[in-house]
């Protein structure tokens, strides 16, 4: 979602930042929050629902099919840190807003717990992330896959990502049996 052409003049610097300064806090429109994704670094918390069957499963959702950077594509649910959130909003907030908004309030069985935290290089510009697990039982939503068999068609950096998730989960349960 790079544009081209040269670089802007201080005149239209200006003009930018004078519209920019006109928007009222809170949601962007598309256009502006993609070039904003591009330019800053997104805060993101994102949240690994897991599940035994005996075997580890992850539950992914799919993308919708306009969405402008992975159409159709499946991946780990999350949130960045967005605008509107109040001062001393904590990461369970954001967390227990992508289990009610993405999840649709799945049976949880424990967590969240902790995992991780990096920083990915995306498609649509950086993010520092915070990983956490759920364990979940069943889910309104999406679909459930194996965590050694992802699907392809998984968002660059997923796959570490539940990969790390996994790992923790695994670890915690070894923790728990003895």
Known sequence: MRTGGEY?????????ANILGRLPSGRLPLGIFLQFSRLATLSVVEVVPLNRTPELNV?????????????????????????????????????ERVIRGELRNPKILRGPIQFGNGINKEERGTAAWVGFWVEVTEAPVGEFFSVDRLPENLIKGHTELIDAAARSFRKRLLMNES
Do not use: N
């Open 59 to 95: 539950l992914l959702l799919q993308r919708p099919d306009d969405d402008p950077y992975w159409p159709s594509v499946w991946h780990s649910p999350g949130s960045i840190i967005l605008p509107t959130d109040r001062e001393g909003t904590t990461y369970q907030d954001a967390i």
């Open 8 to 16: 802007p003049s201080p005149e239209e610097l200006t003009t930018a």
